[in-house]
């Protein structure tokens, strides 16, 4: 079932079952794409119909962020609970079922960080390849035949959205992996260059919170929050169209 956040389609599911969902598109014989849109994303959504449609077209599409979770609260199709894409990949690697996985994105160096505590940390996850997300368009040809030749299973694309969301677009029917998900910065947070949201933060629900005082760069975007609420607020109220 998919729920409707201001145009974006969002599927109500519990981490636990897009979890199975994500093991059962490993065997599914086709290519299987995840987005995980927050509030930021979601209002970058509702004011770009291209990459609303974009988002909609996603195999599977988790509400990651407290801010999702509100605002289908207010709009009366109130989702079963938040799906973070970090604690969904955490659960993954952490599940004792093999994958085979190519990181994609972040800084030079980073990806390399990420994938030495990765291969020292789960012994059921297998890198076969990386590359970082400082690239041309006249390289996207050879990353594509780079990640092909690798077989992996999962692609994870770190390139921040929206531009995450349009490379797997635009480019899955070229790739030959069971899944490709845009993780935003998870790469970053598994190398350590992004400090992990304190376990109070996310009891309390002030992840944003935290992401703020660690990262106050992120004012401007966070600035979308309470306006993306308030439009579903209003919409709540004078049952308005997308």
């Given at each position: 079932?998919?729920?409707?956040?201001?145009?974006?389609?969002?599927?109500?599911?519990?981490?636990?079952?897009?979890?199975?969902?994500?093991?059962?598109?490993?065997?599914?014989?086709?290519?299987?794409?995840?987005?995980?849109?927050?509030?930021?994303?979601?209002?970058?959504?509702?004011?770009?119909?291209?990459?609303?449609e974009?988002?909609?077209?996603?195999?599977?599409?988790?509400p990651d962020g407290q801010g999702v979770v509100l605002a289908s609260r207010i709009l009366k199709t109130p989702v079963k609970e938040k799906v973070g894409g970090f604690k969904l990949t955490l659960s993954i690697f952490e599940s004792n079922q093999k994958v085979s996985c190519y990181l994609l994105g972040s800084k030079p160096g980073v990806t390399d960080k990420a994938v030495k505590i990765i291969n020292e940390k789960y012994k059921n996850i297998?890198?076969?390849?990386?590359?970082?997300?400082?690239?041309?368009?006249?390289?996207?040809?050879?990353?594509?035949?780079?990640?092909?030749?690798?077989?992996?299973?999962?692609?994870?694309?770190g390139l921040g959205a929206p531009k995450q969301e349009i490379f797997i677009d635009q480019h899955q029917d070229q790739i030959n992996c069971a899944v490709i998900m845009g993780v935003g910065g998870s790469i970053d947070v598994i190398a350590g260059e992004v400090k992990k949201t304190p376990d109070i933060f996310v009891k309390?629900?002030?992840?944003?919170?935290?992401?703020?005082?660690?990262?106050?760069?992120?004012?401007?975007?966070m600035l979308k929050i309470p306006v993306f609420l308030l439009i579903c607020l209003k919409k709540r109220i004078f049952q308005q169209n997308y």
């Open positions: 079932m998919k729920v409707n956040v201001l145009g974006t389609l969002v599927d109500n599911i519990t981490r636990e079952q897009a979890k199975s969902t994500f093991f059962a598109f490993l065997s599914s014989g086709k290519t299987n794409t995840i987005y995980t849109p927050n509030a930021e994303i979601c209002m970058e959504a509702y004011q770009n119909s291209t990459f609303r974009v988002l909609n077209r996603g195999t599977l599409v988790i297998t890198i076969c390849g990386h590359r970082n997300g400082y690239f041309s368009e006249k390289d996207i040809p050879g990353i594509i035949d780079d990640i092909n030749q690798s077989h992996a299973q999962f692609l994870m694309v309390l629900s002030l992840e944003w919170f935290h992401r703020l005082i660690t990262q106050p760069k992120r004012l401007k975007r």
